[in-house]
């Protein structure tokens, strides 16, 4: 079946610094990637939607330049967390969908900022 | 009050037993999505219906697209079913089949 392979798992950055998390559709084109951020005990909260090739579209309050989303190609999108601080912290998820009501979702990466 | 609502919220089950967990929504779906989140937090896709009843052993997915409702059942429950199983929807004329996802209910089965 469809798989989408996220990368890093676990990530713990000192404050300041970026993140960069990956997510590579590994059998199938991604044509829209979708980012989430889950709190604990809380459902997905979409932060953006990306379609290859084109900008993201960011949901009401996620800030577009503190999150970069680049979705270059059909099989990669990625999500830079830029300047991380500790509310910063928390577990990223992405999702990828080939048009077809379909959706794959990525293991998710849990980030800790110091 | 929000667009997709599960119960129960939590739901503690013996070895065996017959597990069911409930979704309402309020709009007009294309589909509806059962999803499993491990403690890992990884999430896997069990179901995705438009209409009717969709099995995949122990597992039974239902959707009542007039009432709004859906039910997934769990069979023989065992420990290793132990999870956060969420309901998703994808709106009608909803664009870049965006999801809106329920709370979730966190399932434990005891041995």
């Known amino acids: 079946g469809a798989v989408v392979s996220q990368h890093p798992s676990r990530v713990i950055c000192k404050s300041g610094t970026s993140v960069k998390i990956e997510c590579r559709s590994l059998?199938?084109?991604?044509?829209?990637m979708f980012w989430y951020r889950q709190f604990p005990k809380q459902s997905l909260m979409l932060m953006a939607t990306s379609n290859e090739g084109s900008k993201a579209t960011y949901e009401q309050g996620v800030e577009k330049d503190k999150f970069l989303i680049n979705h270059a190609s059909l099989t990669l999108s990625t999500l830079t967390v830029t300047s991380a601080h500790p509310e910063d912290s928390s577990f990223y998820i992405c999702?990828?969908?080939?048009?077809?009501?379909?959706?794959?979702f990525g293991s998710g990466t849990r980030l800790t900022v110091v | 009050k929000n667009e997709v609502e599960q119960s129960p919220q939590n739901l503690t089950a013996q070895e065996g037993e017959f597990i069911t967990i409930n979704c309402s929504y309020s709009?007009?779906?294309?589909?509806l999505h059962w999803l499993q989140q491990h403690p890992g937090g990884g999430i896997v896709s069990l179901f995705m219906l438009s209409s009717g009843k969709k099995k995949h052993g122990r597992l039974i997915a239902t959707i009542n697209i007039q009432e709004k409702h859906s039910s997934l059942h769990i069979t023989a429950s065992h420990p290793r079913d132990s999870a956060v199983y969420i309901c998703?929807?994808?709106?009608?004329?909803?664009?870049?089949?965006?999801?809106?996802f329920g709370k979730g209910t966190l399932l434990t089965v005891n041995p």
């Open positions: 059998d199938f084109q991604a044509t829209t």
């Open positions: 998703a929807v994808r709106s009608l004329g909803g664009s870049n089949y965006k999801l809106t």
């Open positions: 999702s990828a969908s080939s048009g077809l009501d379909g959706y794959t």
């Open positions: 709009v007009g779906i294309s589909a």
